[in-house]
């Protein structure tokens, strides 16, 4: 049987102009950078006389990053509303004493959530594919890019999720769910490039740059984003690169399979993230949650 | 129906119910008052399974409750005191969504959606958007949707909160309409006078613990045996008065007129016999009854009386 809460999220957010807008507003964002960018890809081979492929494929690179940009602002602003809103609306103790369990909830709201995700992914193809004009990118190169665009949709998601059920308030969600993104992106490079800034300066003992430190970018959806995106329009090796730079000694299965080993972490993590969130969302569990407001006699 | 045994509840420090045992029984519509802070919404989020209790049990048709949680919310519905609703969802679309929490869906759980909506008023409003219904609506559909899985036991908290006067006497009589009709109903609210009209029986919690429980005339009956007696008398007031004088177990005598009041500091045995000898006595009594309280001053007294002590 299909999930009440999906379908309700479902029947209830077709009805509001939010989602075209938000389509529409996603889309017309994402085209015209991509037409600014090969606009600028075609006046340079106006310049060069020639068809300059590097241009065409940066088109590509830019309006990828663009989206995943776009998806990670937008994602953990739309799950984090999912259980706080329930909470803000005083539906979600009528949720919880029905026959719904903690998880089904959870889940309903994430599949909603997905299901967004879904209609912006496929939405942007039109866009997308305004690089096979002059190709350089191949169709199954396109889709692994939407299936990461997925995962770590799905990744934000699961995070807003767990940030929605302990905050009472959906903007409070909202900044923790920013606030651990922005850590989980920049932050870990922040420590990559500390723990480098103390060897260079000779602050420790650091033979191999940061060393194993560098694993800490796995759970970074941008670095195997870019990792994924640079091995499909370049030579360059972007994880190499990285560990050229800050653990020179470091090689091996992980460093070789990068991409799919962080892509399933994400996973991992998410449903982690999941069962933790439908755990601490079940009332009979002895842990004070922000949102549930115990001493409220009348 | 219900019955709780020894309800524990903590906050930290702070100790919501110490030890409170109740029983509902099957048909009844119970009232549940207590002042703020007494621990009402703390019992009813435990025995909605909101909340988890300390120690003690909870007993629905003699089956412990808080070990069995998916058994207690298919036999428990619940009207919080606070309505809330989705923007852009219909009355009969809300219907159905709760009912499809309960895992009903079909044609036949639709029939039910309207029969309930007949039930509290709502016929005709299946196709209004809920945030477009008055409040006396909303709480009237939320009272629909707690029956959508035919439970055996009401809870409303707080129901009538916030509702004008019009509102709350359809609510009131829905609910007598519903107890006329078998259902078990547990109903907290500040509107003692409401409740005294409506309850079967009641009981009064506070400091987390039950100070009285029975029906109305029980409690007013045990709660006003400090009451003075108040008695009218046909002629002959000065043997009357005479005669009372005598008794050394009356105290605080007033006459007005035909109308005597004093206190009785005897057993009910003792004031029966009062009664008998004055009769014997030639006197001619017209009325003899303790001063009568209404279950607003009754529910001031007890929980004064524990404030003072």
Known sequence: MSNPVYQNEVKMSVRT?????????????????????????????????????????????????????????????????????????????????????????????????????????????????????????????????????????????????????????????????????????????????????LNTNNIGNFTNGIGKGIYLLIVNPAVSFIALVYSQVSNEDYIAGLCSTYAPLEQGFIIDNWVLISLLVQILVSVLLLLLSSWLLNPLHAVSLPGRKHLEEH | MLRIENLVKNYGKFRALNGLSMEVGKGELFGFIGPNGAGKTTTIKIMTGLLKADSGHVYLDGRDALKDVDNLKQKIGYVPDFFGVYDNLKAIEYMEFYASTYGLVGKEVRKRCYELMELVGLEGRDDVYVDELSRGMQQRLCLARAMIHKPDLLILDEPASGLDPRSRFEMKTILKELCRKGSTILISSHILSELAEMCSSIGIIKKGELLQQGSIEEIVSAVNTSNPILMRVCDDQKKALDFLRENRMVQALAIDGQEFQFTFTGSAQEEADLLNQMVMQGIRVLSFARKRDNLETIFMQLTKEGEEG
């Not at chain 1, 964002?29 to 300059?52: D, E, H, K, P, T």
């Not at chain 1, 959870?106 to 997905?114: C, D, E, I, N, Q």
């Open chain 1, 17 to 197: 102009a939010r989602l075209a807008l938000l389509i529409m507003g996603f889309n017309g964002i994402l085209a015209v950078l991509s037409l600014l960018s090969l606009y600028g890809a075609v006046n340079r081979s106006r310049y060069f006389g020639s068809v300059q492929f590097a241009s065409v494929i940066q088109t590509y690179s830019t309006v990828v990053f663009i989206e995943f940009a776009m998806f990670m602002l937008l994602v953990p602003a739309i799950t984090a509303g999912s259980i706080s809103g329930e909470k803000e609306r005083k539906t979600l103790d009528l949720l919880l004493t029905s026959r719904m369990t903690p998880m089904s909830i959870v889940f309903g709201k994430l599949k909603a959530s997905l299901n967004l995700v879904i209609i912006l992914v496929v939405s942007s193809l039109p866009v997308l594919s305004l690089v096979f004009i002059f190709g350089g990118i191949r169709i199954r190169d396109l889709f692994l890019v939407l299936a990461a665009l997925l995962i770590s949709g799905f990744f934000a998601g699961s995070l807003g999720i767990l940030f929605s059920t302990v905050s009472r308030k959906t903007t409070t969600a909202t900044v923790f769910s920013y606030g651990s993104m922005i850590a989980l992106i920049f932050g870990s490079y922040g420590v990559m490039i500390l723990l480098q800034y």
